[in-house]
């Protein structure tokens, strides 16, 4: 079962991917259980977990904060391709490194891309889904993490 | 020297292509998922590969073993997200050499090449 250590598995690994490959640390805001509003982003992808847990690891984000990320990764071009890409690699990152606390059991998927919107309908078929607010370089993106043994201590 | 980049990622492709050092490597090639890297492993002599291991049709894992079983002597640095330390003896067994983790700065990058590239 997760608890609220493990929650912060998922922002430990968002604060380190920003890190390391912007050089610029996020400000991740208080995670909140997920409610009947969806969360937009222009991009989101998706990161299927099976194995020891079911659900799904999501990364949302607005086109300018990607083309700006794109850019402090010394990358000249910004197409939608790139874009698409980098959000599957930021969910990817964020939910394989996740893999250091919760262990190989912690299977994931590769990333699959989907209409920017994440349905919060959807979510609540698993136990508890947790939104992950991050702000970075004046941008707001979302990780949502919806599992079915994911809770919070308190 | 040849230089084979395999990851379902365009993004983190080009990275390592922009990371690398152009003078230790002639060429540089690149492939989305392990089938489509074993399929131009067989076509061509490859000094390293850089082997992601989550990806589509083939993982990065049953590439290596493909790739030791072909050519005991190719050097392969697997690069994942994959933190835990089960993927990282995994990769090993199956005959890679190197093991970084992503997200990685361009330092940790040269690093892990250059220690592929001292026992080349």
Known sequence: MIKENNLKTFIQGTQNYFSSVTGSKPEIGTPYEADENQIHGDFTASIGITGNQRGNVFFTAKRDMLKTLLSQMGEYSADEELLGDVVGEIANTIAGNAREDLGSGFMISPPHLQNGKINLEHLYQQDSSFIIPIHWKGYACFVVISLNEIQLNN | ?120
């Open chain 2, 1 to 120: 020297m040849k230089l084979l980049i395999v990851d379902d990622s365009l993004v983190i492709r080009r990275s390592i292509e922009r990371m690398i050092k152009p003078d230790f490597f002639k060429s540089i090639h690149s492939a989305q998922n392990g089938a489509i890297a074993l399929k131009l492993f067989k076509s061509s002599p490859f000094d390293i590969v850089t082997m992601d291991i989550t990806m589509p049709e083939m993982d990065g894992l049953t590439c290596i073993e493909s790739m030791i079983r072909l050519r005991p002597s190719i050097r392969i640095l697997v690069i994942t997200a994959l933190a835990d330390k089960g993927t990282a003896v995994e990769a090993v067994k199956r005959g890679a050499q190197g093991f970084l983790l992503k997200p990685f700065t361009n330092d940790a990058m040269s690093e892990a090449l250059n220690d592929l590239l001292e026992d080349v």
